[in-house]
């Protein structure tokens, strides 16, 4: 396991609630096609670009309902909570990232496209980025 991969695989069991929102997740991703698809057609107009990052917004909601209940259901092993912590501040950065990419829309939608795509990169190549890494990653102070 990497450094930065997602902790959702470190479950200790497996509950209904858990299977519940994993599905509701995959149901989210299920509709990406469809968004991109939208967005791809109708580049021009803010609505499509609202609906795919509706569909990215939805997404984050999914994993951090997830990671909530692995919190409070107490599936992560303790010393897998500071990965449940740095991928929870993940979520929130990215759902901010993406909110500010898809509100530059109003000022042009070819740039709030690129914008989106930028950020997409970003959290699949996750680079180094001096600054960010501290909220990013565990520190020092974790247990």
């Keep these: 396991m990497t450094r930065r991969s997602v902790p959702l695989s470190d479950a200790v069991e497996l509950s209904g609630r858990r299977l519940d929102l994993q599905v ?56 897998n909570f500071p990965k449940l912590r740095v991928f929870r501040r993940r979520i929130l950065v990215a759902q901010l990232a993406y909110g ?18 930028v950020v997409q990169l970003y959290f699949i190549v996750s680079p180094r980025v001096p600054g960010l890494d501290r909220v990013l990653q565990p520190g020092d102070d974790e247990p």
């Design 100 to 117: 500010i990419a898809a509100l530059t829309c109003l000022l042009n939608t070819y740039v709030s496209v690129a914008a989106l795509a």
């Design 24 to 79: 509701g997740y995959l149901f989210v991703v299920t509709l990406l096609p469809f968004s991109a698809s939208v967005l791809a057609e109708h580049v021009t107009i803010a609505l499509a670009v609202g609906l795919y990052w509706l569909n990215i917004f939805l997404l984050g909601i999914a994993l951090a309902a997830s990671s909530g209940h692995m919190a409070r259901a107490t599936l992560v092993d303790e010393a």
